[in-house]
């Protein structure tokens, strides 16, 4: 079985900061893809960022060139570096994780950008 753990979520003003970690924990032989999501209130969850194994990074326009996605294998954690923070960037942002060919999903950090 296989754990994320979230954390670096809160509060931050428009145009802020925020990096996110999602450390993965358990019987891992091999991570195949690490993503990041996020549900809105009212809103379906949507991608956010997703890297594979072999380093390729995805974003949707929405985010793109404001956050960036990155894996460390010898930690099993992945990161999202978000910048130039939106208001409507407020959600739950919940880390993925492909292992072994199985899907783990973390339990959600909050990210809320008001000022």
């Known amino acids: 079985q296989v754990q994320l753990v979230e954390s670096g979520g809160g509060l931050v003003q428009p145009g802020g900061s925020l990096r996110l970690s999602c450390a993965a924990s358990g019987s891992i032989f091999s991570i195949n893809l690490m993503g990041w999501y996020r549900q809105a209130p009212g809103k379906q969850r949507e991608l956010v960022a997703v890297?594979?194994?072999?380093?390729?990074?995805n974003y949707p326009d929405s985010v793109k060139g404001r956050f960036t996605i990155s894996g460390d294998n010898a930690k099993n954690t992945v990161y999202l570096q978000m910048s130039s923070l939106k208001p409507e960037d407020t959600a739950v942002y919940y880390c993925?994780?492909?292992?072994?060919?199985?899907?783990?999903w973390g339990q959600g950090t909050q990210v809320t950008v008001s000022s």
């Open positions: 993925r994780m492909i292992v072994s060919g199985t899907d783990y």
């Open positions: 890297i594979t194994s072999g380093g390729n990074a």
